[in-house]
């Protein structure tokens, strides 16, 4: 197992005790971007060659990911964040429903494995506590690309058309600009015979990550990071070394940390430009910002109430919202927060309401007013990214908070307790004796989406 045996069960035995008015000091070293090292994971399906991947952080998602590329034939191999893939012993093209079901992002694999072997057949990832999640753009753009596909009981069967065991370059024009599809597309297409454009493609980081390594895997693939993609199609590809960008979600985090404290610390590495929008906020709510290199140092006082609205890159981030809209419930005055991305992504504003937070929410909007002071209380994480959220409310919170909901933020950050106590947050992890049983705190049953559902 890539990163400790944790089963579900096992995590929800575990909270995080949080003493409030927290404050954070000094340098946290930021991991390896889940969204790009799990995209790149499945990109290993596309070579025959060996894979040497750096800076991949020890995450639950990671781990499941890995779990699947074994159950295809992988051989992987762990030595602290570095990971050897070898995948010349892939003898299955078929994903597992109970691996699928708990990450989502294993349904990138289908690009890979059709393109590779000229069918693929993954179960429908489904949808979770964020959104409905469609894969109508993975789906479209693979039939656009000469795959036959049927999805029966749950199941998506993809063949090369015909009796071609390629796909073939074409022009494909997205609808929205989808993370997954994008990436999907471009693996399916690299091996294809012919160009392809993937036009409205997703201009993500971690995209742009993935193009980059398939480029030194021989793939020729050109303007990853632009409004349209091009793609050569190339008959193989070959094995590389690859080292995974910083997670801009996880320093971004970190940054509005330590604006909701008052704090000044500084965040390496990173990639200036990936958080540009996410600093250019902090700046506008008052909160210093220094960059030299690949370090950002931030410096906070008295934080001011500012919108955002959430939107594919450059925009500000979907993942950084929740966080964001812990800041904004302890700012002097009011502020609006749009979620555009997902449409049921505002799950935390219900506790940060009971924690003492004044927001009123209406569909994705959320109108926040400035509290003085928000309180400590049992909180439950409902998906990633939601918890980190709260966890940063229990830190500004006056009095101390229990956090549960371990299951959702082990998927994406890597030893985030650790990097907090370590930045002079008092928090620690406890293991209870009994497996936590949500309705055994004092949740509003109003608050029907707090509850357990799969992994976003
Ligand atoms: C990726 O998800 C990330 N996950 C998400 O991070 C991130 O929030 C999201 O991109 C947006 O940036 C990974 O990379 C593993 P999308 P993805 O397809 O690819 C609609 C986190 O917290 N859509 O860009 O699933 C969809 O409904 C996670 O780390 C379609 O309509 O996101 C959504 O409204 C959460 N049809 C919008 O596009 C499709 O076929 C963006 O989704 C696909 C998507």
């Known amino acids: 197992m890539i990163c400790g045996s944790k089963t579900k069960s096992y995590l929800k035995s575990q909270n995080l005790k949080i003493l409030g008015q927290g404050k954070l000091n000094g340098i946290v070293k930021i991991s390896g971007a889940k969204n790009s090292a799990l995209v790149l994971l499945a990109s290993s399906l596309l070579t025959n060659e ?18 699947i590329l074994k159950n295809l034939g992988v051989n992987l191999v762990r030595k602290n964040n570095q990971l050897e893939i070898d995948p010349t012993t892939i003898s299955i093209k078929e994903l597992p429903y109970e691996l699928v079901k708990g990450l989502r992002a294993s349904f990138f694999c289908i690009g890979a494995l059709l393109t590779k072997f000229g069918e693929a057949q993954v179960p429908l990832p489904g949808g979770c506590n964020i959104g ?3 894969i109508d753009e993975h789906i479209n753009g693979l039939i656009a690309l000469g795959a036959d596909i049927v999805i029966e009981e749950g199941i998506v069967k993809a063949k090369t058309r015909g009796n071609k065991n390629r796909l073939h370059g074409t022009h494909i024009k997205l609808n929205c600009p989808s993370v997954g599809a994008t990436e999907t597309l471009i693996m399916a297409a690299s091996l294809a015979k012919g160009r392809t454009t993937i036009k409205n ?38 094995g590389c070394t690859h080292k995974v960008i910083p997670d801009r979600i996880e320093a971004g985090t970190f940054l509005i940390a330590a604006a909701a404290t008052s704090s000044s610390i500084t965040i390496s590495p990173v990639i200036p430009h990936h958080l540009e929008a996410v600093t250019d906020k902090l700046q506008e709510s008052g909160s210093k910002i220094t960059i030299k290199g690949n370090s950002i140092s931030i410096k906070s006082k008295e934080i001011k109430g500012v919108d955002i609205e959430t939107a594919p890159f450059p925009g500000f981030p979907t993942d950084l919202q929740a966080p964001f809209t812990t800041l904004m419930t302890i700012a ?5 927060i749009t979620e555009t991305i997902f449409e049921n992504r505002m799950n935390h504003i219900y506790l940060l309401n009971e924690m003492g937070a004044s927001i009123k929410l209406n569909k994705n909007v959320a109108h926040i007013k400035g509290v003085k002071r928000i309180n400590g209380m049992n909180l439950v994480g409902s998906d990633l990214r939601s918890s980190a959220a709260l966890i940063i409310a229990g830190i500004i919170a006056k009095g101390s908070s229990n956090f549960y909901g371990l299951e959702h933020l082990d998927r994406g950050y890597e ?42």
């Open 50 to 67: 060996k894979i040497i991947l750096e800076n991949v952080p020890f995450l639950t998602d990671i781990e499941k990911m890995g779990n």
């Open 132 to 134: 409905s999640r469609p």
């Open 201 to 238: 493609a997703a201009r993500e980081p971690e995209v742009q990550d993935l193009c980059q390594m398939l480029n030194k895997m021989g793939a020729k693939i050109y303007d990853s990071g632009k409004e349209t993609i091009i793609i050569d199609g190339v008959n193989k590809l070959g």
């Open 332 to 336: 002097n005055g009011e502020s609006k």
């Open 415 to 456: 030893n985030f307790e650790l990097k907090l106590k370590n930045l002079g947050v008092k928090i620690i992890r406890e293991i209870s004796k009994k497996t936590f049983e949500e309705n055994g705190y004092k949740i509003d049953p109003r608050s029907d989406k707090i509850s357990k559902l799969e992994a976003a």
